[in-house]
């Protein structure tokens, strides 16, 4: 333990019944769970950064649950069964996340998603638009509605795109706004007695007869149960588990005249996605240009991917207009071999609940639900 603390502050900050190793979306979902289950016990979140560390609010803000060729290979690896299971999850974990904080308090906004194909995907887009009616009916029971997807071709014009021959629009797919999600999640949960240390990095588990020890820079901190909601970040202390670092790098325009895009937007199956946002285009990804340098949990950008994105402003999103690049950052995502995340208990009294794939903003508040529901049951 540092030197300079104090009996009281041993006493008091150093212990909770469950600790939550990441303050984002499924960490504070979980302990938002707890909570509401056994408002007597105690949940304490360590968090390792000034603001949550991984992408929770560093992504790009899509209410999304797939785009059709998103779903194609989805569908390859788990199966018609299991992807109408994934998108059920991503769909309740949207409801549940506009149902615990209110539409106003994420900037939830229905202005539809699109998938948009250029010539030289003539191919995938006619395998695309042949999946629509497969899609509609699978997700139908899902989220009670018919015809989600559908042929949107009228609309490239009005968009102003350059080169593209098909546009497949979802007409649930929303957007909200990151940091106000966060915000109003980390206020939920204070407000239920949660307490969240921030800049107190987790170093090492250490496994006691009756509970867990936490070692940080801080000090040593000890609960009866562990849960590791750190998402790309947990290989640091579970190093066997089957995730896979992915880093998003994202730009933001400065304000654009008159901006035609409305909407969250998806090309090359997902590789790269944008958005409006307070009159700017939110553009990221390009990860798939080089996969092995993206899997790092080091926050920075490469000129590869910085280029590959301008040039997608320049030739295809808003072509003949000049615009100015005013943000850049990235975000940690976790992946791997199954596309369902990692919701287990992995060693006694250890938990985890990680691996969202990309899908946080839907599947996050699901998980955290799950992974906290897990971690009541085992006391």
């Known amino acids: 333990m540092p030197t300079n603390l104090s009996y009281w502050e041993k006493k008091n900050f ?16 979980a302990a938002i769970t707890i909570k509401h289950e056994n408002p007597k016990i105690s949940v304490l979140i360590l968090e390792r950064g000034f603001l949550p560390s991984g992408a929770s609010t560093k992504n790009a803000g899509f209410a999304c649950f ?13 199966g018609t069964d299991g992807l109408h299971s994934l998108i ?9 996340l506009r149902n615990l904080l209110g539409d106003d308090n994420i900037s939830f906004k229905n202005h539809g998603g699109y998938e948009l194909f250029k010539s030289d995907q003539q191919v995938l887009a006619n395998d695309c638009v042949s999946k629509l009616s497969h899609f509609n009916a699978l997700i139908e029971d899902i989220v009670l509605q018919k015809d989600v997807y559908n042929e949107a071709n009228a609309k490239i014009n009005l968009f102003g795109f350059n080169g593209v021959i098909t546009l ?13 999600m966060m915000k109003a ?12 240390y921030n800049n107190c990095k987790v170093e090492d588990i250490i496994h006691e007869d009756n509970g867990v020890n936490l070692l940080t820079q801080q000090g040593r901190f000890t609960c009866k149960r562990v849960l590791l909601t750190n998402n790309a970040f947990v290989n640091e ?8 670092p992915g880093r998003g790098q994202v730009i ?6 008159n901006l035609k895009i409305k909407g969250t937007f998806h090309y090359d199956k997902g590789y790269y996605y944008f958005r409006n946002i307070d009159g700017r285009i939110l553009l990221g990804g390009g990860r798939n240009l080089n996969f092995s340098a993206e899997e790092t949990t080091e926050f920075g950008e490469t000129a590869l991917i910085q280029n590959a994105l301008q040039q997608l402003l320049t030739e295809l999103i808003v072509p003949k207009i000049n615009f100015e690049i005013e943000h850049k950052w990235s975000g940690i995502m976790a992946f791997g071999p199954q596309l369902t995340p990692i919701v287990d208990e992995v060693k006694p009294n250890v938990f985890c609940a990680v691996r969202c794939n990309g899908m946080g903003i839907a599947i996050g508040s699901q998980t955290g639900e799950e992974a906290g529901e897990m971690v009541m049951r085992s006391l």
């Open 168 to 180: 497949i629009e979802n007409k649930l797919e929303a957007q909200i706004d990151p940091g106000l």
């Open 252 to 257: 933001v325009t400065k304000p654009i005249q």
């Open 88 to 96: 059920s999850k991503r769909w309740k974990g949207l409801l549940k």
């Open 237 to 244: 202390l579970l190093p066997d588990l089957a995730v896979v």
């Open 14 to 29: 150093f212990h909770a019944d469950i600790i939550i190793i990441g303050s984002g979306i499924v960490g504070l979902n």
């Open 185 to 196: 999640l980390v206020s939920k949960a204070m407000s239920v007695g949660i307490q969240i």
């Open 66 to 78: 797939g785009s059709i060729s998103e779903l194609i290979e989805q569908e390859k690896l788990s």
